[in-house]
T-cell receptor, first 109, second 114 residues
Framework: GQNIDQPTEMTATEGAIVQINCTYQTSGFNGLFWYQQHAGEAPTFLSYNVLDGLEEKGRFSSFLSRSKGYSYLLLKELQMKDSASYLCAVVDSNYQLIWGAGTKLIIKP | DTAVSQTPKYLVTQMGNDKSIKCEQNLGHDTMYWYKQDSKKFLKIMFSYNNKELIINETVPNRFSPKSPDKAHLNLHINSLELGDSAVYFC?????????????FGEGSRLTVL
């Protein structure tokens, strides 16, 4: 079966750095997405990785290792507004998006 | 202007009723989707529609039927609602029939079946 694993919940302090991990086992791989979803709102796109390595975009970076079936989302200089769920999703060999359950990130002052 | 809009945002109804959720996108995308997000927060694809072809997820009961009058609209009709249908339903769109680009989601429609 296809599986995406993320921690259910994480807590971090305002101004700090947090790393949210995602491991996947899918039939094929055609890219990995990270989305942010605030409570009661729609998911919004953060990043897309298809090649190994680190993609940096402002305070957010995303890393991919295809050989390890592993990705992480790195959030720097945390702000209260970063409190949200972070969803990892993988495009499989049939070009279907397989979603993780998301990691709820709680930011404390 | 809202890129992907869906109505209604909230829907409370009785078991056995039939209801529809409407979705419109003004991004010029040719692919639209319906997702279901349950209480455990998993997003599950229900349907995707690429201008010419409707792709049906086999795990979706046939009580659910998508209708697309044109490529900017993809509505979801649900017959004989059941308690387990309670969830948030998200409409989304993307450019291209293959998901290699960003998905744009609507705000979601929270369906509660009593």
């Amino acid at each position: 079966g296809q599986n995406i694993d993320q921690p259910t919940e994480m807590t971090a302090t305002e101004g700090a750095i947090v790393q949210i991990n995602c491991t996947y086992q899918t039939s094929g791989f055609n890219g990995l997405f990270w989305y942010q979803q605030h409570a009661g709102e729609a998911p919004t796109f953060l990043s897309y990785n298809v090649l190994d390595g680190l993609e940096e975009k402002g305070r957010f970076s995303s890393f991919l290792s295809r050989s390890k079936g592993y990705s992480y989302l790195l959030l720097k200089e945390l702000q209260m507004k970063d409190s949200a769920s972070y969803l990892c999703a993988v495009v499989d060999s049939n070009y279907q998006l397989i979603w993780g359950a998301g990691t709820k990130l709680i930011i404390k002052p | 202007d809202t890129a992907v809009s869906q109505t209604p945002k909230y829907l409370v109804t009785q078991m056995g009723n039939d209801k529809s959720i409407k979705c419109e996108q003004n991004l010029g995308h040719d692919t639209m989707y319906w997702y279901k997000q349950d209480s455990k927060k998993f997003l599950k694809i229900m349907f995707s529609y690429n201008n010419k072809e409707l792709i049906i997820n086999e795990t979706v009961p046939n009580r659910f039927s998508p209708k697309s009058p044109d490529k900017a609209h993809l509505n979801l009709h649900i017959n004989s609602l059941e308690l387990g249908d309670s969830a948030v339903y998200f409409c989304a769109s993307s450019q291209g029939g293959v998901v290699t680009g960003e998905l744009f989601f609507g705000e979601g429609s929270r369906l509660t079946v009593l």
